[in-house]
């Protein structure tokens, strides 16, 4: 690919070789005498130069300004200054205002090669990462997150707003499956920290020690097993974004550790001496009730009142059940085109078996069925016999008895519960459910429901409370 390089220089003689040589080395060059024609060639004419290569001194005007005005709207390149007058004052201001290099004339043609080619991958690894930004923020802009119901709604003017404020923490609440990930990637890659990293980490998924190391860093020999020294997740994401999943499941120790390096913008690896500043924006989510735990003290409230600048909290897809008309042909295109299938007709009894459906496991469960559906179709209609939901009969499909599923998982009797053990559900939901659905049948008495149980009622009391239930004593 041919790329461009604009000079800016108002002799001529010079102006000519710098051209020649340029364009026989591959690139587009254009040329303008002074800053005016250079404004037209950028502005009006919209030409996108890999590199400026500007004269400091010209007609009308010192370029210096000339970039300080132009350079938030031509951030896709690099700025190389040629000077015969050359000043500190001069080449300290051009490092600040984001010059790649500031060269004294006579420049040496080989020197100004080097310098040239060194700015050429520079520009183009800035370039890669605009370009990943912006089909980044064309996938996770507002609209990603799909629904017409009043709840999805709200949700989406809320993001909308959240990508305007320079937050410094947040928290998303709301059931395992309703797209925390989903909403903390709009808030960063629609956000003023869109083209710097975005860390993640799952907080239940590591062991407390490994968790440490990950997200503080560690020198060589700081443990056993350390080798080499690990810049941590908070220092990968300086500047940008870290999101940190499950946060509910963070040992308290840590927790303590995680606040001082918010409060104080510091890190210090693990068997480290000095601290290391940082800037990281953190997005943390969890499916438990964070307020509720730091009153109970399961989780810091230091920690709590600091995370919840603003609080985003998903609603489960069974409160917004409307929200399939949406959903449903959107994983249906998914999957038609990651699969090559060419599904297209939702028959009447399909949306009626998934709009009566409880959706315990939120959309990360429709997902999982839709997936499984289109990929088991025989053509242009929404296969109804893989559904498998429960409470339903399912036909067994002539695949094969190796897909069968166990008909009495698939009903919900008068004395027994259905749960997946799919990854849908937490333990805490499936606890809470349990005990919903027994005061639910006992009419909210909880002697009753106890004794359905075979609890004591002080326990079910307990987690009454814990889950914010109704019961009648």
């Known amino acids: 690919m041919i790329e461009t390089l604009l000079i800016i220089e108002d002799e001529k003689l010079l102006g000519s070789e710098l051209s020649r040589h340029y364009r026989a080395l591959g690139w587009e060059v254009v040329l303008a005498d002074n800053l005016a024609a250079a404004r037209s060639l950028l502005l009006n004419m919209r030409i996108e130069p890999l590199l400026i290569l500007s004269d400091m001194n010209l007609p009308d005007g010192n370029a210096l300004d000339f970039m300080e005005e132009l350079k938030p709207q031509v951030n896709f390149a690099e700025w190389l200054f040629l000077?015969?007058?050359?000043?500190?004052?001069?080449?300290?201001?051009?490092?600040?205002?984001?010059?790649?290099?500031?060269?004294?004339?006579?420049?040496?043609l080989e020197r100004l090669d080097l310098v040239v080619a060194s700015a050429a991958r520079s520009a183009s690894i800035?370039?890669?990462?605009?370009?990943?930004?912006?089909?980044?923020?064309?996938?996770?802009?507002?609209?990603?997150?799909?629904?017409?119901?009043?709840?999805?709604?709200?949700?989406?003017?809320?993001?909308a707003k959240l990508t305007q404020v320079p937050f410094s923490a947040l928290i998303i609440g709301g059931e395992s499956g309703t797209?925390?990930?989903?909403?903390?990637?709009i808030l960063h890659y629609g956000g003023p920290r869109a083209q710097q990293p975005m860390i993640e980490v799952n907080c239940a998924a590591l062991p407390r020690d490994i968790l440490e190391s990950e997200l503080f860093g560690h020198e060589s020999g700081a443990f056993t097993g350390a080798s080499g020294r690990h810049r941590g997740l908070l220092e990968q994401a300086d500047g940008g974004t870290l999101f940190m999943d499950e946060i509910g499941e963070m040992p308290l120790d840590l927790q303590a550790k995680l606040l001082k390096a918010i409060e104080d913008h510091k890190v210090r690896r693990l068997g480290g001496e000095k601290e290391i500043s940082v800037d990281v924006q953190i997005v943390a989510a969890s499916n438990r009730d964070l307020e509720q735990m730091s009153q109970e003290g399961s989780f810091r409230a230091d920690l709590y009142h600091r995370l919840s600048v603003f609080k985003v909290i998903l609603p489960p897809l069974r409160e917004a059940i409307e929200d399939l008309d949406e959903l449903v042909p959107l994983f249906v295109a998914e999957y038609n085109a990651k699969a090559g299938r060419k599904v297209k007709d939702i028959p009447l009894a399909v949306w009626n078996k998934l709009k009566a459906?409880?959706?315990?496991?939120?959309?990360?469960?429709?997902?999982?069925?839709?997936?499984?559906?289109?990929l088991f179709s025989e053509g242009a209609t929404f296969p109804e016999q893989w559904l498998q939901l429960p409470g339903w009969h399912s036909p067994v499909s002539a695949i094969g008895s190796e897909y069968m599923t166990d008909p009495s998982q698939a009903e919900v009797s008068e004395d027994g519960i259905y749960l997946p053990l799919d990854g849908n559900m937490a333990l805490d939901d499936m606890d809470k459910f349990i005990i919903k659905t027994a005061l639910?049948?006992?009419?909210?008495?909880l002697t009753a429901a106890a004794r359905a149980l075979g609890a004591t009622r002080e326990t079910l009391r307990y987690r009454v409370r814990k889950y914010h239930l109704k019961s009648v004593d």
Request: with cysteine; aromatic share 8%.
């Open 357 to 374: 459906h409880h959706w315990l496991g939120n959309v990360r469960e429709l997902r999982n069925v839709i997936e499984r559906c289109v």
């Open 126 to 159: 800035q370039r890669r990462v605009i370009d990943q930004t912006t089909q980044s923020y064309r996938r996770y802009s507002p609209e990603a997150y799909v629904g017409h119901s009043l709840q999805a709604q709200g949700i989406r003017q809320l993001l």
């Open 179 to 185: 797209g925390k990930g989903l909403a903390a990637r």
């Open 83 to 108: 000077t015969g007058y050359g000043s500190v004052p001069d080449s300290v201001r051009a490092l600040r205002l984001g010059a790649y290099d500031f060269l004294e004339k006579p420049c040496d």
């Open 440 to 445: 639910e049948r006992a009419n909210n008495n």
